[in-house]
């Protein structure tokens, strides 16, 4: 029997001993990970950066529909500034802000920003009615 025909015939067993012997060396797995991290620390993290710059610009793409380029034409147009309170951020990039029912894109803003606006519900009458309470006191 032949290798090929042998591993068709036989595929489910085979992924059942690949599991196993992918769990009964997991320490030696892990073991391997740190050593070589050890030795190539520096190496590691710029792939892991560069990694991470590629996953942000393909999920701006993916999740609102625009390319890195546009985000920087936004951030450009707020002076690096959150569009409701100002804040410059130095170390962050700022979200996209985007309309829930639309998919629209609006502004970026700081996560703070963000998060109240989604705790509101992006609901204009809620925002309202919290800023009057916050006047009246």
Known sequence: MTDKKYYA????????????????NA????????????????????????????EWAGN??????????????????Q???CAICGLVSEDKKLVVDHDHATGRVRSLLCSNCNTA????????????NAAMYLVVG
């Open 9 to 24: 015939e036989h595929a489910e067993e085979e992924r059942a001993r690949a599991r196993d012997r992918y769990w009964r």
């Open 27 to 54: 320490e030696t797995r892990r073991e391997y990970g740190r050593r070589y991290y050890a030795e190539n620390k520096d190496e590691v993290r710029a792939r892991r950066k560069l990694r991470a710059e590629q």
């Open 60 to 77: 701006l793409k993916r999740r609102y529909g625009i390319t890195e380029e546009q985000y920087m034409d936004l951030l450009d147009a």
């Open 79 to 81: 002076d690096c500034a």
């Open 117 to 128: 606006l989604g705790l509101f519900r992006d609901d204009p009458n809620l925002l309202v």
